[in-house]
């Protein structure tokens, strides 16, 4: 008997399925979606935004007292005194035991309200994001594409991708949206 | 060979299930406020994009192209991922993929896996098959902990406890927790954060499904809503994810259409809160050992079909589910099957391959064909129009009945006048049998009609009778 594998692809060629015409692509592939309509878009999903000039005063001001994880390559300037910073190694019990996260991101899309992380620097592997219960995500406007393809675009997918569009929630009791489960349950975005 | 898990052993055919559905006004209720909850809140969440209609009109076009190259996109697929430190398993059916992953848990000492919810490894029945082999697989998406707490059966695509409401969900966790919680779903979604933290910091292996891979990159996609998927697909060393050899896309630029038509379709959401994107092992994060299980558990078999191939191209949004009145009054238990409502009744009969399989064979009839479905399906599949070629294939499975040999018998009968007369005079006897101009039971073969249909009294004289007389 053959192998699954020799066996399934003879199977697909036995099918002989005609080629498929080309790929319409119609849809919008640009949106004129800014940072206003992000803002706006992330707050529906009852995350916390502000537009801020000086990260480092918001920092102090959010960050003050709590144990917060510092992921490698975040600005100087963002670890404010009077935070205890936990940088890695962290072991699965650190982070869920720290009171939140700060991080930058890889990229943010206007149309949805999501960011997206890419585990580059200021970031930390996807785990940092997770077990804490709290995310600061500092996001430069000029990191905001308008819409899901321009998005697509800057990213490299060999890259381990999150996208978040909102704290944690679910859908599952009655289908309406509950805010916190297993995800952060407070999302704090701040755009600069 | 085996029989096919997709539906559940046992099930009584569909209308026979529905007559029972349909007795219990607690579960109406319920999926009339869930469904027509969902159904206003799509329609808002699709009537922001213009250009909705060039999104679907895509979708299903990269979708028609995978399944005509899906002799290339697979090993394409498994090379990128084994490029990556991936590894690659192919199954032909449920029993083999199942078999793999119970390898792969034993291979790595585990007793306890953590699941994200999957339709495909729903469709093998894994967690039975686990269970089996001395492996406890923990659902970790909040529907399916209910179901599983609940001991019960889905009945939903996206919401499998959809049939649940506040109260009977607080009583399954009380029961099954331990715990004294009130029937708010924001203190339900916090008593099932407790319940599985410690499993999620804990466990070393899991399992996933996968909404998309690309076939170019070897990226493999999980949209969801809780963080139990980025729980899963990051904190245990080891992670199997098993999908339908139909969940390609070719290329990462084909993910731009369905990461904005899925999330509407199905939780109304522009967006879902979490999607996780990893291509293959990613040295320092997330699982270090990364298996890809290939299934065709009877899609190979659908792709011959060139009118049922289409339900090939189907993304598990749902959203059939929600605007079917055939579902609304009758839930999704009564399909027997993990795949429930318009989009189940034409996968479910053409994955179990057999249409003398009764049950299977009564899923095309679970429809009015009214034709909803097909309007908010993200892919167009048109449903209804497969579910019209599955009867055909039904009625041709079940060989020669009454009904068709009437209609053989009629067919000889209309080919002569005079024969058709002579009938014709003969048949009006039956005025005999009528009560108020309508006939209830007619002796044999005609009880067969009549059994579920009345039929009206043939008048004493017939047309061309009349006309003779009249005009001739």
Redesign the interface.
């Known amino acids: 008997m053959a ?3 020799t ?3 003879n ?19 640009t949106g004129e979606g800014g940072v206003e309509l992000f803002a706006e ?1 992330v707050a ?2 009852r995350a916390i935004v502000h537009a801020v000039s000086d990260v480092p005063a918001k920092l102090r001001e959010l960050l003050v007292g709590k144990r917060i994880v510092a992921p490698a390559g975040l600005p100087a300037d963002w670890l404010v005194d009077g935070v205890e910073w936990l940088t890695e190694p962290l072991s ?2 650190d982070l ?1 035991q720290a009171d939140g996260v700060l991080t930058n991101c890889a990229a943010a ?1 206007a ?4 960011i997206v992380l890419d ?1 580059g620097a200021g970031q930390g ?3 940092l994001t ?1 077990l804490p219960d709290y995310h600061v995500c500092v996001v430069r406007t000029d990191q905001v594409a308008a819409s ?2 321009e998005a ?2 800057r990213l490299d ?28 349950r407070t999302l704090e975005v701040l755009i600069t | 060979m085996a029989r096919n898990p997709v539906t559940w052993l046992g099930s009584p055919t569909f209308p026979n299930a529905a007559r029972t559905a349909l007795a219990d006004t607690q579960l109406r209720q ?1 999926l009339r ?3 027509g ?2 159904r206003a809140r799509r329609a808002s969440a699709v009537a922001e994009m ?2 909705w209609e ?2 679907r ?2 979708g299903e ?2 979708k ?2 995978v ?5 290339v996109l ?2 394409q697929l498994e090379e990128a991922v084994t490029a ?1 430190g991936g590894t690659v ?4 059916d449920a029993e ?1 993929a199942n078999a793999i992953v119970l390898r792969l848990c034993r291979e790595n000492d585990a007793t306890e896996v953590v699941k994200v919810k999957s339709m495909a490894t729903a469709e093998i029945g894994l967690n039975e098959a686990l269970e089996e082999g001395g492996v406890h697989a923990i659902e ?4 399916e902990l ?1 179901v599983q707490l609940g001991d019960d059966r889905p009945s939903h695509i ?2 499998p ?2 049939h649940r ?2 109260s009977e ?1 607080r009583e399954i966790f009380q029961r099954r927790m331990g715990i004294s919680v009130s029937d708010e ?2 203190d ?3 008593a ?2 407790l319940y ?2 410690q499993k ?2 804990t466990t070393k292996v899991a399992v996933s499904g996968a909404n998309f891979a ?1 076939a170019d ?1 070897g ?1 493999i996609v999980v949209l969801e ?4 998927g ?2 899963c ?3 245990p060393d080891t992670l199997i994810t098993v999908m339908g ?1 139909e969940k390609l896309v070719p290329t ?2 084909d ?3 369905f ?2 038509l899925l ?1 509407r379709s199905s ?1 109304a ?11 293959g092992v ?1 040295p ?3 699982p270090q050992q990364f298996h890809l299980i ?1 299934l ?1 558990n009877g899609r ?2 659908s ?2 079909d060139t009118v049922g ?1 289409q339900a090939l191209r189907c993304i598990r949004c749902s959203a059939c589910l929600n605007v079917c009145p055939v579902y609304e009054r009758t839930g999704g238990q009564s399909y027997g099957s993990v795949y429930p409502g318009p989009i189940g009744a034409i996968l479910t009969p053409q994955l179990v391959g057999d249409m003398h399989d009764k049950q299977a064979a009564s899923l095309p009839y679970a429809s009015s064909l009214c034709g909803a479905c097909f309007e908010v399906c993200p892919v167009r599949i048109d449903i209804p129009s497969v579910l019209t070629h599955l009867r055909a294939e039904a009625v041709t499975a079940k060989g020669r009945s009454p009904e068709s040999v009437a209609m053989a018998a009629a067919a000889w009968m209309f080919r002569d006048a005079k024969r058709y007369e002579r009938a014709q005079k003969l048949g009006a006897l039956a005025r005999l049998l009528a009560r108020n101009g309508k006939i209830t039971s007619l002796p044999w073969p005609g009880s067969k009609w009549t059994s579920s249909r009345d039929v009206p009294a043939p008048p004493a004289e017939s047309f061309r009778e009349w006309w003779r007389k009249n005009r001739g």
Request: glycine share 4%.
């Open positions: 192998d699954a594998r066996e399934i692809l199977r697909i060629r036995a099918a002989k399925v005609a080629p498929a015409g080309p790929t319409p692509r119609d849809y919008r592939r878009r529906d999903y699965t019990e869920d899309i149309d949805t309200g999501t585990a592997r996807r785990a997770l899901v393809p697509l675009e997918p060999l890259r381990p991708l999150t996208f978040i569009s909102g704290p944690s929630a679910t859908s599952d009791i009655e289908l309406n949206r509950v805010e916190g489960v297993h995800g952060p | 319920n406020k869930a469904t909850t969902i213009p250009d060039a999104l009109l895509s076009a990269i028609n192209d399944l005509s190259r899906l002799e697979l090993p990556r398993h192919w199954a032909r083999e970790t998406d909040l529907a209910i996206l919401v406890a959809i409401n506040r969900i779903p924001a339900l979604a916090e099932a954060r599985l933290r999620f910091l690309v990159t990226s809503s809780e963080g139990n980025r729980m697909l990051t904190l050899i990462w630029q993910l731009e259409v990461l904005q999330p939780t959401e522009r967006m879902n809160p979490y999607t996780s994107v990893w291509t990613t320092g994060d997330g290939l065709d190979t078999a792709l011959k191939r």
